[in-house]
């Protein structure tokens, strides 16, 4: 079992740019391949990172170049930085993970991949 607890969403202007963390507890000694996904209002949630095993990171084409997925193991902790925030970028993030034994690569980035998820944290972007 893997408790995930997402953190640093909030209000920001477009252009702008966040920091969201993503803590994990529990069975957090087996290697892991975690995620970021996105859920705008009345849109299925996507994924548009991930990472294994804090290295090999994917990215959604669509965010590609504004995001950066990173993972401090020893502060079982998962980042994502989201620059040039753009009012699309408002949502829902949710943090996933799972128990993997190699890296899934671009699987990472399909909500069927993972077993654990995060409550989310809120992201607002306005002008």
């Known amino acids: 079992q893997i408790l995930l607890k997402e953190s640093g969403g909030g209000s920001v202007q477009t252009g702008g740019s966040l920091r969201l963390s993503c803590v994990a507890s529990g069975a957090t000694y087996n290697r892991r391949c975690m995620g970021w996904f996105h859920q705008a209002p009345g849109q299925e949630r996507d994924g548009i990172a991930s990472?294994?095993?804090?290295?090999?990171?994917w990215y959604d084409k669509s965010v590609k170049g504004r995001l950066i997925i990173s993972q401090d193991n020893a502060k079982n902790t998962m980042y994502l930085q989201i620059n040039d925030l753009k009012s699309e970028d408002s949502g829902i993030y949710y943090c996933a993970a799972a128990s993997c034994t190699q890296n899934i690569g671009s699987w990472g980035l399909l909500r069927s991949a993972y077993t654990y998820w995060g409550q989310g944290t809120q992201v607002t972007v306005s002008s």
């Open positions: 990472i294994f095993d804090g290295v090999s990171p």
